[in-house]
């Protein structure tokens, strides 16, 4: 089984760099038609993209896209999500790097502080030229280096009951990297009243917890539907706390 699995992924691997040197030599053909003073039809074949990724994407992506559980079609669904990170800290930032770098279609953050000297230890996105700056657009100036083909949305703002279904609405799916309870019942609650799943997450000190909620996502008080942060938590902690 082992020796199938390992050819499987050599294949994949094989398929991936093909489909990345044909578009690499279509382009070339179009460069060389271009400089001989061709006139391509604007229904020819060599001026409509063949191929569903860029031959940069292919080059880009083909490490993770040769595992079998996202190959080409989970590489598709990524470039065609939209994601929203409520939190652009000590949880928001590593988020966001992985989900930027695997190549996700949208990245929205959430969060109306600015950064500081104490954050720069362990929010990785944050830079010392940036202290003073939102950290909303600190990140994703780090980000649009790492990954240019991904749309950043900042919301330079913290989450309120007033703002929360506005912003919420454009998104497939939402992350909680907040560190108080109170916001994180408003992302579960706004959540399952939009339909969204939503990936929860907390860290204090050495310790951490990671839950998917609302997934699937079903109307309120629809039994089939995944639990919410309430249904986990029913009796919120005290205000002051930090989770």
């Not at 460069?31 to 061709?38: I, M």
């Not at 790097?97 to 959430?110: F, K, Q, R």
């Not at 309870?181 to 860290?203: C, E, F, M, N, Q």
């Amino acid at each position: 089984m082992e020796d199938i699995d390992t050819k499987c992924a050599n294949l994949r691997a094989q398929i991936a760099a093909t489909e990345f040197q044909l578009e690499a030599l279509k382009q070339e053909l179009e460069a060389a038609e271009k400089l001989h003073g061709k006139t391509v039809p604007a229904s020819s074949e060599h001026s409509e993209r063949r191929w569903p990724l860029s031959a940069e994407e292919y080059q880009r992506y083909g490490r993770q896209m040769i595992v079998s559980q996202i190959g080409l079609p989970g590489q598709l669904k990524l470039r065609s999500a939209s994601v929203l990170l409520v939190g652009a800290g000590g949880l928001g930032c590593p988020a966001a790097l992985y989900l930027a770098g695997a190549g996700v279609g949208t990245l929205g953050m959430v969060d109306g502080d600015t950064v500081e000297s104490s954050n720069l230890h362990r929010q990785v996105l944050h830079r010392t030229k940036n202290v003073g700056k939102y950290k909303v657009d600190s990140a994703i100036e780090y980000l649009e280096e790492l990954n240019p083909h991904v749309k950043y949305h900042a919301h330079r703002e913290h989450l309120t009951s007033q703002n929360a279904s506005t912003i919420f609405q454009d998104y497939d799916i939402i992350l909680d990297c907040t560190d108080n309870p109170a916001t994180r019942y408003l992302i579960s609650d706004t959540a399952v009243l939009l339909g969204k799943p939503l990936v929860s997450a907390s860290a204090l000190r050495t310790d951490g917890q990671l839950m998917v909620l609302n997934n699937p996502a079903k109307p309120p008080g629809d039994l089939s539907g995944g639990p919410c942060y309430r249904c986990v938590f029913p009796k919120p902690p005290p205000a002051d706390t930090v989770v």
